[in-house]
């Protein structure tokens, strides 16, 4: 090859590796979904309100498996009172700065579907089927996790407040 020829074709190559590899490795400031910060397994405490107005003392365990650059999660959360329990299933998606989705609560054989949004730390949705709905808030700081749920008056439970803590 004539050192003509190569000195024509480096710069064309060098344009084409550059392209190539920026083309491989993505957007420089590629952002990684909100549910990213969730993954493993969380457990804690917390307080329970009642529909009755009484308070317990409530035990939390929960376990979220996140994919798509934490797009995606897969949740289990199972909480117990001396009174109440609960296990929370649930299949949640973020896109375009919503969160859409399913859940299950296998005590009571409920289920529906959940949507909300995003706001930094703090991941607010209701959740809502044919025999329950609630609000629920949760913000994670680190290795801390601070979990609201709410629901209307009438139901078993009314309020719980619960903070978690990575295992």
């Not at 999660?73 to 375009?96: I, M, P, T, W």
């Not at 629920?136 to 209307?152: E, F, M, N, V, Y």
Request: with cysteine; aromatic share 6%; glycine share 12%.
């Amino acid at each position: 090859m004539s050192s003509s020829l190569i000195r024509t074709r480096t710069p064309i190559l060098a344009a084409a590796a550059l392209a190539m590899a920026l083309g491989l490795a993505g957007p420089v400031a590629a952002q990684e979904g909100p549910f990213k910060a969730l993954a493993g397994a969380w457990s804690g405490s917390g307080r329970l309100s009642l529909g009755s107005g009484d308070t317990e003392p409530i035990r939390c365990r929960a376990n979220y498996k996140t994919g798509q650059g934490g797009a995606t999660v897969v949740l289990q959360l199972r909480c117990a009172s001396d009174s109440y329990k609960f296990e929370l299933h649930g299949n949640v998606r973020y896109q375009d700065g919503r969160v859409r989705g399913d859940w299950s609560e296998s005590t009571r054989g409920a289920a529906g579907q959940v949507y909300g949004s995003v706001n930094g730390e703090q991941i607010d949705v209701r959740v809502e089927g044919q025999t329950f709905s609630a609000l629920l808030s949760l913000t994670t700081r680190g290795d801390r996790q601070s979990i609201s749920i709410k629901a209307p008056s009438g139901s078993r439970m009314s309020e719980a407040s619960i903070t978690l803590k990575r295992s």
